[in-house]
């Protein structure tokens, strides 16, 4: 049996990469076999791994749920396309996140922030040169269709308080904290454990400067509520924010929430 995109295909003997292209994709102008570029002579054997590519082309909602399905398995992609993630803030955290979730295939994102894309923001958080001036629900929505066309992307261009978080997070599986802004770290922390008891939180708090990343730890503070970060770093003590100690919090907190989302508690 050969898998051929992710699918499994019958194996003849003498089949070469060409009878899979007339068989399966004629239009496929990149040949991988076992991961290496190959031409359409190129001989298979039983239990070969193909891909067959039309360069350009976009996959089909089935063809990207086949892929992830692959590597994660089916009960896994299954609980994972179900999901609603909330994220509050996108600079170097929200974004970072976003773009992990999107990669794995997260249902349904819900995104909130008011501030517009600087130049200063493109260090380390996921925007673009060319997407200055722009809101950043705006850019980071247009960046998250290009990777994973198939997630719903909802955005929301307000300042949050309280009043809002509830109401535009109440359906949320997974709510990330994602400010710079210390009070409205607390803001939501609070909103959370005194209003929306039945959302998975995770948060964050110390990642600044140049310490090394295994500082960088998420904590369970009660059930379904965590804290991402070296717990006492921050700008004005350590200096400035560097995009690799803040991608190591940002991950952290997406893994954290696919951990809640997959019912795996951290002891």
Do not use: W
Not at 45 to 71: F, K, N, W, Y
Not at 87 to 111: E, T, W, Y
Not at 203 to 208: H, K, M, Q, T
């Amino acid at each position: 049996m050969l898998t051929v995109n992710e699918r499994p295909y019958p194996f003849r003997e003498g089949m070469r990469m060409g009878d899979l292209v007339d068989e399966i994709k004629p239009q496929a102008d990149v040949l991988l076999l076992n991961g290496m570029v190959v031409s359409r002579d190129a001989l298979l054997q039983d239990g070969d791994i193909c891909s067959l590519i039309h360069t350009g082309e976009i996959p089909s909602a089935l063809e990207m749920e086949q892929a992830l399905v692959a590597r994660h398995s089916a009960g896994v992609q299954e609980k994972l396309r179900k999901a609603t993630v909330g994220i509050m803030g996108l600079g170097g955290l929200g974004s970072a996140a976003a773009v992990s979730l999107v990669k794995v295939g997260i249902g349904r994102l819900i995104l909130a922030d008011h501030d517009v894309v600087v130049l200063s923001n493109i260090h380390r958080q996921h925007y673009c040169i060319d997407q200055i001036g722009l809101r950043k629900t705006k850019a980071l929505k247009n960046t998250l269709v290009h990777i994973n066309p198939f997630v719903a992307v909802e955005t929301r261009d307000v300042k949050l308080d309280s009043r809002l978080i509830r109401e535009i997070f109440a359906g949320v599986d997974v709510l990330l904290e994602c400010f710079d802004n210390p009070a409205m770290k607390a803001v939501a922390l609070r909103t959370v454990l005194n209003h929306m008891p039945q959302v998975g939180y995770v948060g964050a708090s110390g990642l600044a400067g140049f310490g090394t990343g295994n500082t960088i730890q998420t904590r369970k503070i009660r059930p379904g509520v965590y804290i991402v970060g070296d717990d006492e770093s921050d700008v004005r003590t350590a200096g400035s924010l560097l995009a690799p100690r803040v991608g190591i919090a940002a991950h952290h907190q997406a893994n954290q929430a696919v951990r809640i989302l997959l019912g795996i508690d951290e002891a």
